[in-house]
């Protein structure tokens, strides 16, 4: 596989698992990662000033870069899939929102993960899409002073409950719809996601990998280490790099042994 052209970053909430969640900064780095990403860190939607403190230290004191970051998805170990669309969550999602771009300040992240969320009976789905679209255009709102970017990812199907969001164009059906007048939104390409759910991702990638903002790399079948499954990883990022997609590749997987084992495939 031909990464050049790309930066590499480490998902510390999939990768390094065999740490303390603080101590994975550190261990990226020493695996020569200079960029990490993370889903929301914390417990609740909101931390303490002294939770956002130890995960700012933590960075500074490993010497990365917080490149990207999920928005709070809810109780993402007890099933829930974002709550954007849920319109008796926006408040909680408001108050999150307004931490993102406290923590955004602190650390120069500029890509941010806001999931859909599951659809849910007490509403239509057109009441849902309504909430959700709202909610990522405060969103984006909330992060295009300092030059930060939204992004909207597809779920496999069958294992994140009811996520109406499996496919680029799923995603491309809000960012080219409702939200076209939002510049600073982006489809964020997951090849596990895509892959499992019979996405074509060389032809994906070659349509629409100049508009990407950014990409992580798992393998399918199992979501582990590039070379675990049967992804052509090679011809995807070829295809990315024609298409003009010069941005972060970011390392999202299970690994299927250590963390620093599974790391051959760079």
Wanted: charged share 20%; glycine share 10%.
């Amino acid at each position: 596989m031909d990464f050049r052209g790309f930066e590499v970053s480490a998902n510390v909430s999939m990768l390094f698992t065999e740490l303390p969640y603080l101590d994975r900064f550190a261990a990226s780095a020493r695996c020569g990662f200079h960029l990490v990403e993370s889903w929301w860190p914390f417990p609740e939607p909101t931390a303490s000033p002294a939770e956002i403190d130890l995960l700012v230290t933590a960075l500074k004191s490993a010497g990365v870069t917080l490149s990207a970051l999920n928005f709070s998805g809810g109780d993402i170990p007890g099933g829930e899939r974002g709550i954007a669309s849920h319109p008796d969550r926006q408040e909680e999602l408001a108050a999150n929102i307004s931490q993102m771009v406290e923590i955004a300040e602190r650390t120069g992240c500029r890509l941010f993960n806001l999931l859909y969320g599951q659809l849910d009976d007490r509403w239509s789905p057109a009441e849902q899409q309504a909430c959700a679209v709202e909610a990522i255009r405060s969103a984006a709102s909330a992060v295009a002073g300092f030059g930060g970017t939204v992004l909207i990812e597809p779920l496999t199907s069958g294992l994140n409950g009811r996520y109406p969001l499996l496919t680029a164009t799923d995603v491309l059906g809000l960012l080219d719809g409702p939200l076209k007048d939002v510049p600073n939104l982006s489809l964020l390409f997951d090849t596990f996601h895509l892959g499992s759910n019979g996405v074509d991702l060389v032809s994906t990638a070659s349509a629409v990998g100049a508009d990407l903002a950014h990409v992580q790399l798992a393998d399918s079948p199992g979501r582990g280490e590039p070379g675990s499954g049967s992804i052509d990883f090679a011809a995807v990022l070829d295809a990315l790099k024609l298409s003009g997609y010069h941005g972060v590749v970011a390392a999202e997987y299970k690994p299927t042994v250590d963390t620093a084992s599974s790391l051959t495939w760079l």
